[in-house]
């Protein structure tokens, strides 16, 4: 059992109430759960859609086709119609639409006179269209009927009730005219507890779960997210969340919180990274740990807002004057964006050095189903000094201090004793002042780079590897992609012997001591990579840092991401 | 209780002569006064001759980014409240390159006391007109005569109720003194824009210039009139106003963040215990 729902209609009609509603329905029921939001850059009008996808087996991308639309307005019928697979159904309103559709396909339901009827209010219509959908499935009312509760439980117990009435009499009606639903009906899955969260939530909460204390930002789709979600548990968890005037400011503020001895973290998007850039390389400089989530839309400039793409790897990786470290991760899932969000404060605070969690719009706004986040798995070490740390130490404390790592102690201002910490933008000397002759410099970019750099390496693990261990065919994928080519991959795997590999540490890249997947690549004998972006970006990564060429792309940069019918076609002509 | 000694820092990379040898031993003047330690004050600058201050001076210190002072200063302030935190800055790295900074930094109001080194003039880039440069000067950069209205940061300031404003000048440190214990002290965000002669890059603005222009608010100044010291703030000329303009007694930026009154930022323990039921929330 594999379903497609797509929610369809205008900005402000209250999409992702429905479909967030239905998708933690089918959650909370057992099904996995995967959705994904198509909206434009407005607040009214236009056309949106939220897709979830609930399967008894795990699913983690969106399908072209549909098994049920929920058509809130008539553009959704006319564009989404032929998505919708022939056994499947069109639930629409008529009377609101001023239309009347013939076929099997589609169900009349009068979301509005019904909302009127018995809620006394046309507004608990998308109650009523809510209700319709599990109707269909015959999938019963008890989480839906929770949900209502609790979102409307500041709006007393009649408001509560007559959209419990409005979620019955939708429910009841989707059943008694739906003659062919009895064949449609959606299997009692297994008992069993998910959870469901969408990537920037993951980030957020991964955050939180590595002691980030202060976050600043300005807002910025798709990065928003992350901003609204720790704000949202600021006062639970005593954070400092601060929208700042401008990126500027924000990566400032994030340099000038963790240099007083605070885990910061700073988002954006690329034009909002853009501003930042100058501030990355003060990190760089000033040996601040500092982590950076830049959630990708398309571009150049504002480009496409509500979008995705992979279009930034590249600037990621380059900007920034000067030559100093950093570590790149691209999750795969929301899951990967938690662990590895609790990587980049480690590594941060572990080199002193600045981590980006780069991610899109698409993973940053999908949610996903898991069995559950394992907090054993994470990793919390306080690099920081502290005034215990420096009890009985006679020796002037040295913020950049030579030493064998390159890593130097991290004081924190006013908690180690009296030691006094020095930070400078200018290149400085072990004390942290200014300096200009070459012995120092020398010595400071072989601490600052050139030693730190061999060690993050032994940090980053090899790329994963999914589907036949020694693959004819590999798929080549980073960061979003993940989701789609892994369902690709068990598509094709009857039949051929095909692989995955996918990398979420994106840079540096690991060592092969361990895995040797250049090796295995050169093994295979068709290696395709697959990017959300027009110019191949990570393959050229490759290429640089490992000599290896992947001559074979597959390349999506319309502003969507893959889905499994489109990555298929593209693949089949290779195939 | 400290000495000018225990502030004691490099020795200055400054011309001779320069107004900002006064503002720097000022500083250590007014903080040692006030029997504040070292290790209880971050200075935080930007880039310029005034942003090179904070070598000069024993206490912690980041010295950033070009026109960044503020949004350091500001969310360190916010890390850990229990710090002193002292931004300094040339006229051109917070009214030019920063400005944006100072305007927020007023309205945010942190209780953190910012020194501008007003020398009408870039130093440290040899000479273009700064925002405060008057209209008319010929510099190398600016060779019709700088073509823009100066920047007057103290109406700027008053208007938008910051809440703490005042001028100095580098030529009479007593005064100077007593206006830095006072912003050192002021519950909020306190400016106080300092005139600086740079002797190698303005010829105009030079101490004698000054002495014969500076005069002291008078005693019965009300600083918690907002009109009259916006009168105050305009006048520049032959006669050049100094001491504290404005004050107004309003929440700070810390008082206001509920999540720091009990323990500084910094000084919070982490524990996972903590964030257990989180993904409670998600189910
Ligand atoms: C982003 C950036 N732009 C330009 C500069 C070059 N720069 C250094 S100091 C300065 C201006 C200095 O003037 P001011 O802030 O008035 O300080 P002063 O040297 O006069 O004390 C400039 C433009 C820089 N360091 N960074
Ligand atoms: S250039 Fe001007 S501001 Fe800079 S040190 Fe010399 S006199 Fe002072």
Request: glycine share 8%.
């Amino acid at each position: 059992m594999d379903y497609t729902l797509r929610v369809g209609g205008e900005a402000g009609q209250g999409l992702q109430t429905i479909g967030g509603a239905l998708a933690k329905i089918f959650s909370r029921k057992g099904y996995y759960v995967f959705t994904h939001q198509d909206y434009m850059s407005r607040i009214r009008g236009g056309h949106n859609f939220y897709q979830v996808r609930f399967s008894d087996r795990k699913v983690m991308a969106s399908r072209e086709i549909v098994d049920i639309l929920l058509a809130l307005d008539l553009n959704t019928v006319e564009i989404h119609k032929n998505s919708v697979k022939e056994e499947g159904f069109i639930l629409y309103d008529s009377e609101s639409m001023k239309k009347k559709f013939e076929g099997p396909q589609f169900i009349d339901i009068p979301f509005r006179k019904i909302a009127l009827d018995v809620g006394k209010n046309s507004v608990m219509a998308n109650t009523v269209a809510t209700g319709a959908v599990l109707g269909l499935l015959d999938l019963g009312l008890d989480v839906l009927n929770n949900i209502l509760r609790m979102t409307f439980k500041g709006k007393g117990e009649e408001i509560i009730e007559k959209n419990i009435a409005c979620a019955e009499a939708g429910y009841n009606y989707a059943r008694s005219n739906c003659p062919r639903c009895e064949a449609f009906g959606a299997p009692e899955p297994e008992a069993r507890k998910l959870l469901l969260i969408d990537g920037v939530q993951a980030i957020g909460m991964g955050a939180l779960a590595s002691g980030c204390k202060f976050y600043s930002a300005y807002p910025m789709s798709p990065s928003t997210g992350i901003l609204n979600y720790l704000a949202s548990r600021a006062e639970e968890y005593g954070l400092v969340i601060e929208q700042a005037e401008d990126e500027i400011s924000a990566i400032n503020m994030a340099i000038g919180a963790s240099f007083t001895g605070v885990r910061s973290m700073t988002g954006t998007s690329g034009g909002g990274f853009s501003l930042m850039v100058e501030g990355l390389s003060l990190a760089g400089i000033t040996e601040t740990p500092l982590v950076l989530a830049e959630m990708q839309r398309p571009g150049p400039a504002t480009g496409l807002p509500t979008r995705t793409e992979q279009g930034d790897l590249l600037f990621v990786l380059h900007a920034g004057h000067g030559e100093f470290p950093r570590v790149i991760f691209e999750p795969g899932t929301p899951e990967q964006a938690f662990y590895l969000t609790n990587k980049a404060f480690e590594l941060a605070e572990k080199y002193q050095i600045p981590v980006f969690i780069q991610s899109d719009q698409y993973l940053g706004e999908s949610e996903w189903t898991f069995e559950n986040f394992d907090l054993g798995r994470l990793i919390y070490n306080d690099y920081r000094i502290r005034e215990k740390d420096l009890e009985g130490t006679t020796e002037e404390y040295k913020r950049y201090r030579y030493t064998d790592t390159g890593v130097s102690p991290l004081a924190i201002p006013g908690e180690a004793g009296k030691h006094l910490v020095v930070a400078d933008s200018d290149e400085h000397d072990e004390e942290g002042h200014i300096i200009e002759d070459s012995e120092t410099r020398i010595k400071m970019v072989q601490k600052r780079l050139l030693k730190k750099l061999p060690l993050i390496k032994k940090e980053i693990e090899a790329p994963l590897l999914y589907g036949d261990p020694s693959p004819e065919v590999v798929l080549v994928g980073h960061g979003s992609t993940y989701g789609v080519i892994r369902e690709i991959v068990d598509i094709y795997s009857k039949d051929r012997k095909i692989a995955m590999m996918h990398f979420s540490q994106i840079y540096p890249f690991s060592e092969r001591d361990r895995f040797d997947y250049t090796e295995l690549l050169k093994n295979a004998d068709l290696v395709i990579s697959v990017e959300n972006n027009a110019t191949g970006q990570f393959a050229k990564l490759m290429r640089t840092e490992t000599g290896f060429e992947i001559t074979h792309q597959i390349l999506k940069y319309d502003g969507r991401p893959f889905t499994i019918e489109n990555l298929k076609e593209e693949l089949n002509a290779y195939l | 209780m400290p000495t000018s000694e225990d502030y004691e820092g490099q020795v200055p990379a400054w011309c001779p002569g320069c107004g900002n040898f006064q503002i720097l031993s000022t500083i250590k003047q007014a903080l040692v006064e006030l029997d504040i330690e070292p290790w209880e004050v971050l200075v935080v600058s930007g880039i310029g001759q005034a942003g090179k201050l904070p070598h000069y001076i024993k206490c912690h210190t980041f010295n950033g980014l070009h026109g960044r002072t503020l949004p350091v200063a500001t969310a360190a302030k916010l890390a850990n409240n229990s710090l002193h935190v002292i931004a300094v800055a040339g006229d051109g790295d917070c009214y030019a390159e920063g400005g944006n900074h100072f305007l927020h930094a007023i309205r945010r109001n942190p209780n953190i006391s910012l020194f501008v080194h007003n020398n009408q003039i870039y130093g440290l880039t040899k000479g273009q007109a700064s925002p405060t440069t008057a209209k008319g000067t010929h510099t190398p950069a600016q060779p019709f005569g700088y073509l823009a209205h100066p920047f007057n940061p103290l109406s700027l300031a008053i208007s938008q109720d910051c809440s703490f404003v005042a001028r100095g000048f580098a030529g009479d440190q007593e005064h100077l003194k007593e206006l830095m214990k006072a912003a050192i002290t002021h519950r909020g965000f306190s400016l106080i824009d300092i005139l600086q002669p740079c002797v190698t890059f303005n010829k105009v603005n030079t101490f004698k210039w000054y002495r014969e222009r500076v005069y002291k608010l008078e005693d019965d100044h009300d600083p918690y009139n907002q009109i009259k010291a916006f009168e105050k703030a305009l006048e520049w000329g032959d006669r050049i106003p100094n001491g504290i303009f404005y004050k107004s007694d309003k929440e700070t930026l810390e008082e206001m963040m509920p999540t720091i009154h009990e323990t500084p930022l910094v000084r919070k323990k982490f524990s996972l215990e903590d964030i257990k039921h989180e993904i409670e929330k998600f189910y």
